[in-house]
């Protein structure tokens, strides 16, 4: 089983719907990161939280340290929304930093205008 | 402020030969990682330098190898290519060295093919 599991692992929906998806994993943990990976290939770091909710935009991530398991929601989706989301985490045994990330395979998002 | 450049794009082998790949770290950040990201996996943490040397390495064999040069800019090599080191190959950089959580600016990635 793998450490972290992302659902649904593929996404479509219309341009304006709000969007969740979520991430679970079985360790315990000292962060879990959010990435969003354009279609060429680069990756944008979206949020790094350990606790509560962080807001960026139309960007929600919200993580429960007890159930293990993190949600990155948007809001008023757009098609340039379009892309895979990716949750890390950094396991609170294994350590470290950048080095130490257990990433989910991914979910792959479309928004359709 | 330019962002972490990676080089090159597209790169194509044959299995035995070697390749290089390089990332630029932004300005000011001294610690560079590399992952691989092998079609159908998620990312896997390759290699990690800080101030010229080597901190961590993954489950990788030691055919994967890399440096850090004093502007903080990195190669990675990868020696008897095989066919399933076929993979983006995406580069990262972050300030510091205490193995801080903090952000993580990625590179676009080199895409490695190996015939």
Same mark, same amino acid.
């Given at each position: 089983?793998?450490?972290?599991?992302?659902?649904?692992?593929?996404?479509?929906?219309?341009?304006?719907?709000?969007?969740? @998806?979520?991430?679970?994993?079985?360790?315990?943990?000292?962060?879990? %990161?959010?990435?969003?990976? %354009?279609?060429?290939?680069?990756?944008?770091?979206?949020?790094?939280?350990?606790?509560?909710?962080?807001?960026?935009?139309?960007?929600?991530?919200?993580?429960? @340290?007890?159930e293990?398991?993190?949600?990155?929601?948007?809001?008023?989706? %757009?098609?340039?929304?379009?892309?895979?989301? @990716?949750?890390?985490?950094?396991?609170?045994?294994?350590?470290?930093?950048?080095?130490?990330?257990?990433?989910?395979?991914?979910? %792959?998002? @479309?928004?359709?205008p | 402020?330019?962002?972490?450049? *990676?080089?090159?794009?597209?790169?194509?082998?044959?299995?035995?030969?070697?390749?290089?790949?390089?990332?630029?770290?932004?300005?000011?950040?001294?610690?560079?990682?590399?992952?691989?990201?092998?079609?159908?996996?998620?990312? *896997?943490?390759?290699?990690?330098?800080?101030?010229?040397?080597?901190?961590?390495?993954?489950? +990788?064999?030691?055919? +994967?190898?890399?440096? *850090?040069?004093?502007?903080?800019?990195?190669?990675?090599?990868?020696?008897?290519?095989?066919?399933?080191?076929s993979?983006?190959?995406?580069?990262?950089?972050?300030?510091?060295?205490?193995?801080?959580?903090?952000?993580? +600016? +990625?590179?676009?990635?080199?895409?490695?093919?190996?015939?």
């Amino acid at each position: 089983k793998n450490e972290v599991e992302q659902s649904p692992q593929n996404l479509t929906a219309q341009e304006g719907e709000f969007i969740t @998806i979520n991430c679970s994993y079985s360790v315990g943990i000292s962060a879990l %990161h959010w990435l969003q990976q %354009h279609p060429g290939g680069g990756i944008v770091s979206l949020f790094m939280l350990s606790s509560g909710k962080k807001k960026h935009g139309r960007l929600i991530a919200t993580i429960n @340290i007890q159930e293990k398991h993190s949600s990155l929601h948007i809001t008023a989706s %757009h098609p340039r929304d379009s892309a895979v989301y @990716i949750c890390a985490v950094i396991s609170r045994i294994k350590g470290g930093g950048a080095d130490g990330l257990t990433f989910g395979k991914g979910t %792959h998002l @479309i928004i359709q205008p | 402020e330019a962002g972490v450049t *990676q080089s090159p794009t597209h790169l194509i082998k044959t299995r035995g030969q070697q390749a290089t790949l390089r990332c630029s770290p932004i300005s000011g950040h001294t610690s560079v990682y590399w992952y691989q990201q092998a079609l159908g996996l998620g990312l *896997q943490f390759l290699l990690w330098y800080d101030e010229g040397e080597e901190r961590n390495r993954g489950n +990788f064999p030691p055919r +994967f190898s890399g440096r *850090q040069f004093p502007n903080y800019s990195s190669e990675l090599n990868v020696n008897a290519l095989e066919l399933e080191d076929s993979a983006l190959y995406l580069c990262a950089s972050s300030l510091g060295s205490s193995r801080n959580t903090g952000e993580l +600016f +990625f590179g676009e990635g080199s895409r490695l093919t190996v015939l």
